[in-house]
């Protein structure tokens, strides 16, 4: 009998190994049965463009069988510029700096090319503020340097995606982009009080809260004067007090990648552990390097499993994740219906071609 690990496992969405699921990856799939799967460019590999197509299609539904689950997040990075994960004819637009007034029709024409090839979940657009000029990791895949402007911008650009039936996710909350290192490689500081934040960082946060959106992305960054103890990812003064009482935001929290090396340094079993006591719905293990996604999210869903049988971790903390993340399946449901009409081709189409042109001709 396999081992049942989906009361936890319904919490997490996982990244798969390659172009095909595994033997393994079938079975483990079929133990956490989790909430999604995410995908990387190793997972889109193919001699042709026809092939590579086919091929995702069919990674994707084998791992939906697998899943065993109705409802499925399939999701992706996809913003443009550097975080672009398709080959060819998928359109590549440029970097989000460049959407300016045009940033709903980008949202709209990369969620019609997603839908169309099988995913539901887009982890964009950033909310970021570039406001630091030695910030490695954010940069141009900001919408702007002035918090209004990437308000508007990246607010437009979900409205887009949502309206082609793909689900957008802001990120990275409380704000990413004035750091001066890179949650990929080590934990940025960042010395930032909270009227500072709401001055600047949070504006266009809570402009995507205001527009109704569901889904919000952590950063691992340590902000000392709102959590002297941990980062955003595993903060619940952050994410419970700040971004549900303070702003409001009603939907679902998902995790970055909680192998990202700011993170490392704490056991996978405390991240998961803490992440959700903190406020996070979803546990984003997307990319590990010394193992597969699949299997560290069993290790981590084993040692949810033991903490909430010892008492450690309240069932409450996980039924309240439960009824959030069912809420954002039905919110997918509903956009998905309004966007059921659009079912024309549309990957590397001449509309969308032009519409990068025109985007990659913005002075920026």
Avoid at 87 to 101: K, M, Q, S
Avoid at 197 to 215: H, K, N, T, V, W
Avoid at 331 to 338: H, M, S, T
């Amino acid at each position: 009998m396999l081992e049942d690990l989906s009361g936890a496992g319904s919490h997490f969405i996982v990244g798969l190994e390659g172009p095909h699921l595994s033997a393994e990856e079938g079975v483990l799939l079929e133990q956490l049965r989790p909430a999604g799967i995410i995908l990387f460019a190793k997972n889109i590999i193919a001699d042709s463009a026809a092939d590579w197509i086919s091929a995702l299609r069919k990674l994707i539904a084998d791992a939906r069988q697998a899943a065993g689950r109705e409802h499925l997040l399939v999701s992706v990075d996809h913003e443009g510029g550097r975080v672009h994960r398709f080959r060819e004819p998928v359109t590549h637009f440029p970097h989000a700096r460049c959407f300016g007034e045009n940033s709903r029709a980008v949202g709209r024409a990369m969620g019609l090319e997603l839908r169309e090839l099988g995913f539901n979940l887009s982890f964009a657009p950033v909310l970021d503020v570039h406001s630091e000029e030695k910030n490695p990791v954010i940069g141009l895949r900001a919408f702007g340097t002035a918090a209004q402007e990437c308000a508007q911008y990246a607010v437009a650009f979900a409205e887009g995606l949502e309206s082609a039936g793909v689900l957008s996710c802001g990120k990275h909350f409380p704000g990413h982009g004035a750091t001066v290192t890179d949650s990929h490689f080590e934990l940025p500081v960042l010395s930032l009080d909270e009227g500072e934040l709401f001055s600047r960082e949070l504006i266009p946060f809570a402009a995507f809260i205001a527009g109704g959106f569901p889904l919000m992305m952590t950063a691992h960054v340590h902000y000392p004067a709102l959590d002297a103890a941990s980062p955003a990812t595993l903060s619940a003064l952050l994410l419970r007090r700040l971004l549900r009482q303070k702003m409001h935001f009603q939907g679902a929290v998902i995790s970055d990648d909680l192998e990202m090396a700011a993170l490392r340094e704490i056991a996978p079993g405390e991240r998961a552990y803490r992440a959700l006591t903190a406020g996070v719905d979803l546990l984003l293990v997307g990319y590990p390097k010394v193992t597969s996604a699949l299997r560290l999210a069993a290790e981590m869903a084993r040692g949810i499993k033991h903490t909430v049988e010892a008492g450690v971790l309240a069932e409450g903390v996980l039924e309240e994740s439960k009824a959030r993340i069912a809420w954002l399946f039905d919110y997918l449901a509903r956009i998905e219906a309004q966007a059921a009409q659009h079912q024309c081709r549309s990957i590397g189409c001449a509309e969308h071609r032009e519409l990068c042109a025109a985007v990659k001709s913005r002075t920026v």
